[in-house]
């Protein structure tokens, strides 16, 4: 009796896994999905803003491409 019992936990323990198996490939589709249409709003976000808006590492990149504060002599810098 106890030999039918465990085969079928055993059994019911392998559908249980399979089910599960088929769960985490539909959630990791649908994260693949997810994430490809987020990359293409974020391509479409940055060409309509010329990739403005964003983190500060792309502004401050920006900013300091030669555009900067220039120090001249007999500026007060020099003094």
């Known amino acids: 009796m106890g030999a039918v019992v ?4 055993s ?3 392998t ?3 399979a089910i599960m198996g088929v769960v985490n490939g539909i959630g990791s589709i649908l994260m693949a999905i997810i994430n490809g249409v987020i990359g293409v709003i974020d391509v479409i976000v940055g060409f309509l803003t010329c990739n403005y ?3 500060r590492r792309g502004r ?3 900013r300091s491409g030669g555009m900067g504060r220039r120090r001249h002599a007999g ?3 020099t003094i």
Not at 6 to 9: A, P
Request: some cysteine.
């Open 6 to 9: 465990s085969c079928i936990q």
């Open 60 to 62: 401050m990149r920006r």
């Open 15 to 17: 559908i249980g896994r």
């Open 75 to 77: 500026g007060p810098a």
């Open 53 to 55: 808006c964003g983190s």
């Open 11 to 13: 059994v019911f323990r």
